[in-house]
């Protein structure tokens, strides 16, 4: 079974990197799948961040691309996530997920972490 | 801008049958968006319903369905119970990488 887990701090200061870290067990990453970060501010919709491969291939959110990183880290099979310039408006749960794959096209989202909440403030 | 269009909220009786929908600012949902759809209840992290239209996620009960309809996605939900009320949402797949979630809708069981 196929387990994510975030980590990292739950308060940023404004202007600061946030930086996220999402464990992944029961399943290798160096085998493929693209892995992803979503954020859900508190008491809205959930927004999709950036998705990337082993293979260093990335996307993000065009809102958001000037101030997203996702990477991929096969020898420790995580991934993570650093978004840059953080203001009170980046406050928010953010989920990492791994994009599932059926029938050649890899389009949702198939597993899920827990979440972990973020605040940014001084 | 892409937007992905939900009903902000619905409510259906325990025992009836609810559709939620998915839509676009402009233009029509067709299955090359891969509409995919979610359960998310509070505090706890989302949890995939359907996928790629109409594909049932793992231990996901034959009562949740998904469909196109007219120019939309549809979640249908049929014999509702007490704990499907939860909020949905639907994703579609934009291609090159890029994806789009609806802004959700709240669904109360009452």
């Known amino acids: 079974q196929v387990q994510l887990q975030e980590s990292g701090p739950g308060l940023v200061k404004p202007s600061e990197t946030l930086s996220l870290t999402c464990a992944v067990s029961?399943?290798?990453?160096?085998?493929?799948?693209?892995w992803g970060w979503v954020r859900q501010p508190p008491g809205k919709g959930l927004e999709w961040i950036g998705s990337?491969?082993?293979?260093?291939?990335?996307y993000y959110n065009p809102s958001l691309k000037s101030r997203v990183t996702v990477s991929v880290d096969t020898s420790k099979n995580q991934f993570s996530l650093k978004l840059s310039s953080v203001t009170a408006a980046d406050t928010a749960v953010y989920y990492c997920?791994?994009?599932?794959?059926?029938?050649?096209?890899?389009?949702?989202?198939?597993?899920w972490g827990q979440g972990t909440l973020v605040t940014v403030s001084s | 801008q892409t937007v992905v269009t939900q009903e902000p909220s619905f409510s259906v009786s325990p025992g009836g049958t609810v559709t939620l929908t998915c839509g676009l600012s402009?233009?029509?949902?067709?299955?090359?968006?891969?509409p995919s759809w979610y359960q998310q209840t509070p505090g706890q992290a989302p949890r995939t319903l359907i996928y790629?239209?109409?594909s049932r996620s793992s231990g996901v009960p034959d009562r949740f369905s998904g469909s196109i309809l007219g120019n939309k996605a549809a979640l249908t939900i049929t014999g509702a119970q007490a704990d499907d009320e939860s909020d949905y949402y639907c994703?579609?797949?934009?291609?090159?990488?890029?994806?789009?979630f609806g802004g959700g809708t709240k669904l109360t069981v009452l």
């Open positions: 997920a791994r994009v599932g794959c059926n029938g050649g096209t890899c389009s949702f989202f198939d597993y």
């Open positions: 029961g399943y290798s990453i160096s085998s493929g799948y693209y």
């Open positions: 990337s491969h082993h293979s260093g291939r990335t």
């Open positions: 402009s233009g029509s949902v067709s299955t090359s968006y891969f």
């Open positions: 790629n239209t109409n």
């Open positions: 994703v579609l797949y934009m291609g090159s990488g890029i994806w789009v």
